[in-house]
């Protein structure tokens, strides 16, 4: 095991800067997930560190020791593939096996070995399959069961969930999950699944554009998003988002919202009138209240979605529809007026410019 | 019910198209080797017959014996097997190693060098005919097993690359990703990953270059002069010279001729085929 320091990588293709200037130390057992919109480089930065992709600038150590210019191999590194990328043509056992016997391992240990990551992944029966005779989740195991078997420094995930459905994904989740609290290896998990993401990881970092936008705990982020885009990004079904001006009324700020009615706004020091904002708060920081209550505004039901344990509405503020969720149970009908407050404590803004937290 | 007796009329249409491709394919195969057990009098009587009134091996003894300038023809088909084998060897290697490249190093031009590829493989090689033959008597190869594998090169490589190229870019790159990670180098990732993978495409590029060299005729008629060197093709040919044709040696010839083919082709079946990387990836 071994802690991972990148420090102001580069990667370029040609004239196409990919990763920017990016630094990340990552301690030793940690659980690290990279999410981030589609193309951002979270596969080229999990790339670089496996030593498939050069590094264009910058450097990265595992454990101490420089690997910019060390071969793959020679990195003690597992890698498990979005598309599992198991050799097929060779059982499940030599799948698992195959870097053992590269490593010139005694046929009786990489039998051993084999057998005990089989046993962890409940793998024993398919031992003597080919990969073309394994069902989506299991062969999403071998690749798995191929990375542990090695016992490696650092796993590194590629979207290793992606390609199967939602039931297996959840399942296969808490396995990783598991796993690692087993194992406890450095762990990298690359995934556009931000719930994924928020179960299995100790640190997330959300990448935009070759850079690192946020990076923090799950609830870290999910509390204090620093920009509008991670705002977006972190928590489902999403931050509610509402653009407008601030204002001043009686000595309180407001946000005269674009299209809505006007909202109580938290106390900020550095709100200026007429200043352009984006207000956001989380569905579930909306409740139900009475009457044109102190601070509340209304709006019309348009989806109720109860779930049992939960009631998630769509709701129509002004021209645009936000969401709420509610723990409590409502008497609620379609179409029909409410009237919400807002739990100003846990609101954030930002400025609409430059998208960045306003304090 | 109704749809077997519908699809019954459309299996005799379709047993019987395909009995008269057959048999029109296996006609002639059936022809060339009755003939050659044939004696040259039965071949030239006015009723021909459909199977030798009096098989010999005639025909066969004759051809084993030189003639002429002509070598023994056992002589001229190792010839043949040489210069075949050789030509193989040379075109597929070397077309493994340039179609990898190809589909998985990113370099400058590769897009070019494709198109040159694709160029030089529909480009007739008659036309360099003469170019080639002024080029190795300048460089001395003229009369060498050696000159005449280089020449038909210029067939072989380019479509060994291209046959080979289109097959490597159905091997999910990922998979040789994998083995660098498990601890290979770039050419054991070949070696263990890539090459058992691609072995059905490298069985077609054999058989399709051995081929093309093994009946090459031209080139080998005008490369190598000397008696010795005298390729099998090259050999059949020059029983047609003559006042008389011996159809049953020529025949027998032609018989001999196809068998390395044949059995080139029942050897590599097996690799031939698709689904090996079935279950690789999802
Ligand atoms: N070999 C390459 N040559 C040129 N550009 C590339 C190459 N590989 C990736 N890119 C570019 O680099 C950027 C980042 O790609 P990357 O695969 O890292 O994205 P990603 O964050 O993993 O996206 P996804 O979520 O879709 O997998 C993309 O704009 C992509 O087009
Ligand atoms: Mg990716």
Redesign the pocket.
Known sequence: MAAIEIRNVQKS??N?Q?IDGLSLDIEDGQFVALV??????????LRMISGLEDITDGEISIGDRLINNVAPKDRDIAMVFQDYALYPHMTVAKNMGFALKLAGESKEAIADRVHRSAKILDLTDYLDRYPKQLSGGQRQRVAMGRAIVRDPQVFLFD?PLSNLDAKLRVQMRAEIKELHQRLATTTVF?T?DQIEAMTLADKIVV?NGGRIEQLGTPLELYDQPESLFVAGFIGSPPMNLIHGSVGFERGRAVLASDHGPVLLLPDAQTLTQGQRIVFGFRPEHLHIVADEAEGAFDCILNVIEPTGAETQVNAWFGPKLITAVFRERHDLSLRQKIWLNIDLRRTVLFDEATGLRVR | MARTSQSWGLRTLKIGFMSLVGLSVAFPVYWMVITSFKPNSEIYQRNPTFYPQAPTLDAYVALMTPHGTRAPFVATMGNSLIAAVGSTLVSVIIGIFAAYALTRL?FRGREAFSGLIFGCYVFPGILMFIPIYLMFQWLGILDTFFGLIISYQIFGIPFATWMLRSYFATIPASLEDSARIDGCNRLQSIIYVTLPLAAPGIAAATIFTFTAAWNEFLFAQVLLQKPQYQTAQVALYSLLNGDSVAWNQLMGGSVLVSLPVIVLFFAAQRYIGSGLTAGAVK
């Open positions: 293709y040609g196409l990919v981030g919109p589609s193309g951002c480089g979270k596969s080229t930065l979207e690359v556009h990448m | 990113r």
